[in-house]
């Protein structure tokens, strides 16, 4: 077993709150999620609350989408914990931290942080390709759609 962490962050020119909004409740997530565009058939459940903790999601897709379930499970102003369970193509449990911080120039500082254990075939990718260099790209995207999406609705 291989433990990981894979952090990205970004300044987006909306307030904490907005931001917060865009990430505590799943039925928002389309709007930026930066794996939304690898099936265009992918089927979404949600269950629990709306929003916060308790809220979940599940989704199932194409190979390149896999399945799984998210869910919320803290969510303050300044941090949202998510577990996130995949199923398809491979199995895994982490955990994604969103940390919220008024930035000094006006807006929020958002941090995402992905946490986990590589077992089995994932450890011995890992060794080859390290999960920062699989999924970084893939949080600077989500990144930049979130900041997207915040900074239009501030407008």
Not at 29 to 36: D, F, I, N, R, Y
Request: net charge negative; aromatic share 8%.
């Amino acid at each position: 077993m291989a433990e990981f962490e894979v952090v990205r962050q970004i300044t987006i020119a909306a307030e904490p709150a907005r931001v917060h909004g865009l990430i505590n409740d799943f039925h928002n997530w389309a709007q930026w999620s930066p794996w939304e565009d690898l099936d265009p058939e992918l089927r979404r459940m949600y269950s629990g609350p709306d929003t916060g903790t308790g809220a979940r999601y599940a989704w199932e897709g194409n190979r390149k989408a896999g399945s799984g379930t998210m869910e919320i499970t803290s969510s303050s102003d300044r941090e949202i914990r998510v577990r996130v369970s995949f199923e398809r193509p491979w199995r895994a449990t982490n955990t994604a931290t969103f940390t919220l911080n008024p930035a000094t120039t006006g807006g929020t500082d958002v941090v995402w942080r992905m946490n986990g254990e590589q077992t089995g075939v994932m450890a011995l990718l890992g060794r080859v390709m390290p999960m920062d260099r699989l999924v970084g790209k893939d949080f600077e995207k989500g990144l930049a759609r979130l900041r997207a999406a915040a900074e239009a609705a501030a407008d």
